[in-house]
């Protein structure tokens, strides 16, 4: 029952934006720690953002002033906005939600930068 459904990838050419979204279903989203995850071909999945239940962040090194996570508990949906975009932000986007032993991501949606 539980549904993590992203939206939004593509392809982009580098330095340009994307916004990904992850619309949530089956629980009580809005207690829920959500996030961001990718993983590139030969790739461990990584760490990207996540927001916490009161609204703080966090991002990985790598993303960090050029990427925002944003969540509006009124549509169970998270938001990804990808700006500057680089070649190396190539991967699949995985929402994540963070909810101990029923902790899950969604099937992913494919980020390609490239001209």
């Known amino acids: 029952q539980v549904q993590l459904v992203e939206s939004g990838g593509g392809l982009v050419q580098p330095g340009g934006s994307l916004r990904l979204s992850c619309a949530a279903s089956?629980?009580?989203?809005?207690?829920?720690?959500m996030g961001w995850y990718r993983q590139a071909p030969g790739n461990a999945r990584e760490f990207v953002a996540s927001v916490t239940s009161g609204g703080g962040t966090n991002y990985a090194d790598s993303v960090k002033g050029r990427f925002t996570i944003s969540r509006d508990n009124t549509k169970s949906t998270v938001y990804l906005q990808m700006n500057s975009l680089s070649p190396e932000d190539s991967a699949v986007y995985y929402c994540?939600?963070?909810?101990?032993?029923?902790?899950?991501w969604g099937q992913g949606t494919q980020v390609t930068v490239s001209s």
């Open positions: 089956g629980f009580v989203f809005s207690i829920n720690t």
């Open positions: 994540y939600r963070g909810a101990g032993p029923l902790s899950r």
